[in-house]
C-alpha cells in the first residue's frame, strides 16, 4: 500500500494491507442501530472506541475499585486501570494475529464499562435485591449503558456502537448460559479481548496483594506459575530489592502467558486456515492458553480465591459495602423522590426495582458512600 500525499487511504485499504483473512474488516460490519455515514478517515470500529473512551460511564471507571474495596491505600487497580492494561496485552495478541485492532480495542475498553461499586461485592449485592426481577449482570448492564443510559447525541439514546462491539459484549453475558442450537462462536477478536481480560488479572490482582500486604511472594510461590516465573527472574537478576523483584514477576507471568496464548493460537490457526471471520466462528475457541498454561492459571486463580479474595480484610469491607447497596436499594424503594429525575422517568418504563439498580450500578464507589450518607443516614464506611 502507497501514501499519496494528495489522497490517504480509506479504513478499509488499511485494513487490506495488514488484516490476516481470518480478522473481522470494519466493511463487512453490520452497522449501528441507528444508521449514520461513513466517517472520511475513521474506520466505524475506530469510532466505537472513541465513543466508549467520551462516555460518561467510561470516565466513572476511575472511581470503582478492581477488587480492593476501601481505604486501602492508592496503588491497588481501579476498574479504569484494569480497563487500560487489558486493552494493551490485547492489542499485543491482536496484532501478532494480524486481526482487526481498532475492534479489540473498542471491546476491551467497554469490557467492563458495566461494573457497578464495590467490584463483585456490589454485583452480587445487586443481583440479590433483582433477585425475581431478572437479578444483575455487569456484562448486560453495560449493554444497557450503550443503548440506553449514555446521552451524548442528539439524533439517538446511548452510544449507538456497531453490532459487532454489542454482539462482543453479549457473548460475555451469556458465557455461562447453554449454547442454542446453531449458534455460532464468538469472532477472534472477543476471544482474544476474553483471554487478555483472564491474564490481566491474575497477574495485576497477584500484583496487588503482595503490595498490600494480604500475601507473600513466597506464599505465592506454592502455585507452579509463580515459582516457575520467579525461578526465571532470580536467574536473570540477582539480590533485587522487594519492590522490584514483584514488578519483575508480573511481568514475567504476563509474558509467560502471552507467549504461550500465541504459540498456542498460532498454532491452532494453521491447522484450520480459515480464510474468513465467519468461517473461524463455527470451530471452538480458537484463542486459548495450552492444556498445561490452563491448569497452572486455575491453580493460581483458586489460590487468589481463597488466600486473597476471601481475606480477612477484603471480606469485611465488601460486607460493609453490599450492606450499604442493600440499604439504599430498599430505601429508594420506599421513597422513590430521591432518585434523579431521569430515573424517575425511566422507573415507569423498565420498573422501580430495576431503575434504583441502573442508578446504583453507575456510581462510583465515593459517591455510593456520599449519596448513602446524604440520603438515609449510613455511617462512612469503615468510621
Request: with cysteine.
Amino acid at each position: 500500500m502507497t501514501v499519496s500525499p494528495s489522497r490517504l487511504p480509506t479504513p478499509a485499504e488499511r485494513e487490506a494491507a495488514l488484516l490476516a483473512p481470518y480478522a473481522m474488516p470494519s466493511a463487512a460490519s453490520r452497522g449501528r442501530r441507528h444508521p449514520e455515514p461513513e466517517h472520511p478517515y475513521r474506520g466505524p470500529y475506530q469510532r466505537d472506541r472513541d465513543r466508549i473512551v467520551h462516555s460518561s460511564a467510561f470516565r466513572r471507571l476511575s472511581g470503582k475499585m478492581q477488587v480492593f474495596t476501601g481505604d486501602m491505600g492508592d496503588y491497588h487497580r481501579t476498574r479504569l486501570t484494569h480497563t487500560h492494561e487489558v486493552a494493551s496485552i490485547a492489542r499485543t495478541i491482536g496484532r501478532a494475529l494480524r486481526l482487526n485492532e481498532d475492534l479489540v480495542e473498542a471491546l476491551a475498553l467497554f469490557h467492563d464499562i458495566g461494573h457497578p461499586p464495590f467490584g463483585h461485592a456490589g454485583e452480587d449485592a445487586l443481583d440479590e435485591c433483582l433477585r425475581g426481577e431478572g437479578g444483575f449482570s455487569h456484562n448486560r448492564y453495560a449493554l444497557t449503558i450503550a443503548e440506553e443510559l449514555e446521552s451524548r447525541y442528539p439524533s439517538f439514546p446511548g452510544l449507538n456502537l456497531s453490532q459487532e462491539v454489542l454482539d462482543g459484549q453479549a457473548t460475555r453475558a451469556a458465557k455461562h448460559a447453554p449454547p442454542s442450537a446453531g449458534q455460532v462462536g464468538p469472532l477472534l477478536e472477543v476471544q482474544v479481548v476474553e483471554a487478555a481480560d483472564s491474564m490481566t488479572y491474575d497477574a495485576h490482582d497477584t500484583d496487588d496483594a503482595v503490595k498490600l500486604g494480604l500475601v507473600t511472594i513466597d506464599e505465592l510461590a506454592e502455585n507452579s506459575l509463580v515459582r516457575e516465573s520467579l525461578a526465571a527472574v532470580r536467574r536473570r537478576y540477582a539480590d533485587l530489592r522487594d519492590d522490584l523483584l514483584r514488578k519483575a514477576v508480573v511481568h514475567e507471568l504476563l509474558d509467560r502467558q502471552v507467549g504461550d496464548l500465541l504459540r498456542e493460537t498460532g498454532s491452532r490457526l494453521a491447522q484450520l486456515a480459515p480464510q474468513s471471520a465467519e468461517e473461524v466462528r463455527r470451530h471452538p475457541v480458537v484463542v486459548r492458553p495450552s492444556s498445561g498454561l490452563a491448569e497452572q492459571k486455575l491453580e493460581l486463580e483458586r489460590f487468589l480465591y481463597e488466600r486473597v479474595y476471601r481475606h480477612a480484610r477484603l471480606v469485611a469491607v465488601r460486607a460493609e459495602a453490599q450492606d450499604r447497596l442493600r440499604t439504599m436499594f430498599a430505601g429508594y424503594r420506599q421513597r422513590p423522590e430521591l432518585l434523579p429525575p431521569r430515573f424517575q422517568t425511566r422507573a415507569q418504563a423498565v420498573g422501580i426495582s430495576r431503575a434504583i439498580a441502573d442508578y446504583l450500578a453507575g456510581m462510583t464507589d465515593r459517591y455510593c458512600v456520599q449519596i448513602g450518607a446524604q440520603h438515609f443516614g449510613i455511617r462512612l464506611m469503615g468510621g
